[in-house]
T-cell receptor, first 117, second 111 residues
Framework: GAGVSQSPSNKVTEKGKDVELRCDPI?????LYWYRQSLGQGLEFLIY????????KSGLPSDRFSAERTGGSVSTLTIQRTQQEDSAVYLC???????????????FGEGSWLTVV | KQEVTQIPAALSVPEGENLVLNCSFT??????LQWFRQDPGKGLTSLLL?????REQTSGRLNASLDKSSGRSTLYIAASQPGDSATYLC??????????FGTGTSLTVIP
């Protein structure tokens, strides 16, 4: 597809279960980002990948959260032992340039809505 | 469809100067607006979040305003410092929970 693709679009899971969220960035985009937005909150940065490496993991909220990217393309965000406070929309984005470059445009996916019950 | 424009695209100022960054949007049905800075090699850093019902937010040398009726937000930076050099992005979440980023303003503060 032409845009950033995320799956699943909606996920309801029981507290304590693990979930995996997938992101397919735009082809050729070397930078990939994960964010989340909880109800009533702004965007919260989670992790940034440049190629397959993650120079900035500072936003991951706890060690229950992990992410990987393979082949410089698809990324998976994994949340282990989900808690109710993990309920949010998880957004993936990609760009051609690393962050901070003038004129760098970030393209967002439509998000994965996670509800932990 | 929401369109978010930031002017200027690039700005260079001497250290100590006060400056204003502009963000305009076409659809006033927003849930909140957020200003971010983007540094090389880093993800976005949230600076200020303004809810739809608010008019402004302040944090240190930063002040952000929101005028939904005119479709504008401004980010005011007082007494600029070289460490303020970065790309500044405004982002809107609309009432349908869709997210829109502006094109960014690249700021350089000259020592």
């Amino acid at each position: 597809g032409a845009g950033v693709s995320q799956s699943p679009s909606n996920k309801v899971t029981e507290k304590g279960k693990d979930v995996e969220l997938r992101c397919d960035p735009i082809s050729g985009h070397t930078a990939l980002y994960w964010y989340r937005q909880s109800l009533g909150q702004g965007l919260e940065f989670l992790i940034y990948f440049q190629g397959n490496s993650a120079p900035d993991k500072s936003g991951l909220p706890s060690d229950r959260f992990s992410a990987e990217r393979t082949g410089g393309s698809v990324s998976t965000l994994t949340i282990q032992r989900t808690q109710q406070e993990d309920s949010a929309v998880y957004l993936c984005a990609s760009s051609t340039q690393p962050p901070g470059y003038s004129g760098n445009t970030i393209y967002f996916g439509e998000g994965s809505w996670l509800t932990v019950v | 469809k929401q369109e978010v424009t930031q002017i200027p695209a690039a700005l260079s100022v001497p250290e100590g100067e006060n400056l204003v960054l502009n963000c305009s949007f076409t659809d006033s049905a927003i849930y909140n607006l957020q200003w971010f800075r983007q540094d090389p090699g880093k993800g976005l850093t949230s600076l200020l979040l303004i809810q739809s019902s608010q008019r402004e937010q302040t944090s240190g040398r930063l002040n952000a305003s929101l005028d939904k009726s005119s479709g504008r937000s401004t980010l005011y930076i007082a007494a600029s410092q070289p460490g303020d050099s970065a790309t500044y992005l405004c982002e809107l979440t609309n009432t349908g929970n869709q997210f829109y980023f502006g094109t960014g303003t690249s700021l350089t503060v000259i020592p």
